[in-house]
C-alpha cells in the first residue's frame, strides 16, 4: 500500500501563494508523483506531475504559476503555486504511480490522497 498525506491547503486571496506538501509512505517503487484537482460539478483534472528524474507533465493553466518539485530521498512532492486565481479554486489531490513486481508479472498501480481545500477568494 501506498500512504499518502498532503499538507498545505487553505484559504488565500486572489494573486497570493500557496505551497502543497504530499508525503508518500510505501515499501513499494514510486515512479511519478504529483497533483490533480477537482472543483465542484466538475471532473478530476491534471494538474501536474514529476517522475523521479524530474520528467513534468502539467496542464495548460500551471504555465508560468506553478511549480511541481519533488524530493526523492523524503518521497515528497510539492506544488508552489503563485498568482492564484478564483478559478484555482478546488479539492486538490496527491497522486503516485508505483511499479510493482508481484508473482504474476509487472503491476502499474495509481494511489491518492484524501484531498486538500484550496479556496481563492477575496
Known amino acids: 500500500q501506498v500512504h499518502l498525506v498532503e499538507s498545505g491547503g487553505g484559504l488565500v486571496q486572489p494573486g497570493g501563494s500557496l505551497r502543497l506538501s504530499c508525503a508518500a509512505s510505501?515499501?513499494?517503487?514510486?515512479?511519478?508523483m504529483g497533483w490533480y484537482r477537482q472543483a465542484p460539478g466538475n471532473q478530476r483534472e491534471l494538474v501536474a506531475t514529476?517522475?523521479?528524474?524530474?520528467?513534468?507533465t502539467d496542464a495548460d493553466f500551471v504555465k508560468g504559476r506553478f511549480t511541481v518539485s519533488i524530493d526523492n530521498a523524503k518521497d515528497t512532492v510539492y506544488l508552489q503555486m503563485s498568482s492564484l486565481k478564483p478559478e484555482d479554486t478546488a479539492v486538490y489531490f496527491c497522486?503516485?504511480?508505483?511499479?510493482?513486481?508481484?508473482?504474476?508479472?509487472?503491476?502499474?498501480?495509481?494511489?491518492w490522497g484524501q484531498g486538500t481545500q484550496v479556496t481563492v477568494s477575496s
Open positions: 510505501t515499501r513499494f517503487n514510486i515512479v511519478r
Open positions: 497522486y503516485a504511480h508505483v511499479i510493482r513486481t508481484t508473482p504474476t508479472g509487472i503491476s502499474y498501480e495509481d494511489y
Open positions: 514529476i517522475s523521479r528524474g524530474g520528467t513534468i
